[in-house]
Each structure stands twice: as structure tokens, then as C-alpha cells.
């Protein structure tokens, strides 16, 4: 004699039930730290940002300082036409 289970009452696994941003390798916990983890945790973040841009400058002279700025560029004009729109 076989046990029936109905559908509703199992559990999804842990994987199907977490959005697909937590479960990319690198990005995933940090994510995950940000939503359910400690209250300093994002300035912890910002503070290795900074610290691995700051290695980088040091390391690369002034094409790594630049590079973020003019990477981040187009990001600024879409925020500034956002905020026009309204």
C-alpha cells in the first residue's frame, strides 16, 4: 500500500522558493545578506567596494579610476532624465 501525499502540503525545495537573484553564485549571498542579515552589513559592503577601488588605483594608476566614472555615466543621464520625467 503506497502513501498519497497531497500536493499543497509538501514544501517546494529551498531552491525553487528563493528569487533567482539569490541564487547566482557571487551575487546570491550578498543579496541574501542584505535582505536577512545583520543592520551593518552594507556599510561593511561599501567599505570593501571602496577598499578594492582604492587597490585598484593603486595597482593601476588612473585607468582604474576613471573607468568607473565613465562606465557609470550613462546610469547618471538615465537617473537625471528619470527625475525630469517625473
Known amino acids: ?5 497531497d500536493p499543497q502540503t ?7 522558493r528563493e ?7 557571487l551575487i546570491g549571498p550578498i543579496a541574501r545578506e ?4 545583520h543592520a551593518d552589513f552594507p556599510f561593511y559592503l561599501l567599505l570593501a567596494f571602496g577598499t578594492a577601488w582604492a587597490s585598484a588605483v593603486l595597482i593601476w594608476g ?3 579610476l576613471y573607468l568607473p566614472a565613465l562606465g557609470l555615466a550613462p546610469a547618471v543621464m ?3 532624465i528619470a527625475i525630469t520625467r517625473g
Open 1 to 5: 500500500m503506497s502513501v498519497q501525499t
Open 10 to 16: 509538501r514544501s517546494p525545495s529551498r531552491r525553487q
Open 34 to 37: 542584505l535582505a536577512e542579515g
Open 78 to 80: 538615465l537617473m537625471l
Open 62 to 64: 588612473l585607468p582604474a
Open 19 to 25: 528569487p533567482f537573484l539569490r541564487r547566482i553564485p
